[in-house]
């Protein structure tokens, strides 16, 4: 490796250049809006979740997780929807995270977001 001297000391003359700066763009979600809204602490208990979607999704997958662990959510898409309102069991006091996947117009999306319950 130039600019080595034996004994793995470095030879000096060598400026640092910062590494070009790359700028991940983050593609909006198409989640536009939730209730339980995202980060918000509703009272309990919660006995459905919705969804809204642009552009339209079809909901592929959704994970209810909190203090009891993992929540089954039966999903039965019909198509490209906006609104989904999917109900809720045992969604009493504590903190839950939603996970999701969708398709729309033909590309995967997913996200997540979390509510509490007081």
């Known amino acids: 490796m130039a600019g080595l001297i034996a ?5 000096g003359g060598c400026a640092a250049r910062p590494a070009a ?5 983050l593609a909006p979600s198409i989640l536009v809006s939730s209730s339980p809204a995202a980060g918000a602490t509703v009272s309990g208990p919660v006995d459905e979740l919705r969804l809204r979607f642009d552009p339209p999704a079809r909901l592929d997958q959704l994970i209810v997780s909190g203090p009891d662990g993992d ?3 039966m999903i039965h898409a019909v198509g490209d929807v906006t ?3 999917i109900p809720l069991n045992d969604v009493d006091t504590g ?3 939603v996970s999701w996947k969708a398709t729309a117009q033909g590309r995967p999306h997913q996200g ?6 007081k």
Do not use: N
């Open 112 to 117: 997540s977001f979390g509510f509490t319950v």
């Open 95 to 97: 903190a839950y995270t």
């Open 21 to 25: 700066a790359k700028t991940a763009q």
């Open 7 to 11: 004994g793995g000391a470095f030879l």
């Open 83 to 85: 609104d989904y309102s």
């Open 71 to 73: 929540m089954p959510t």
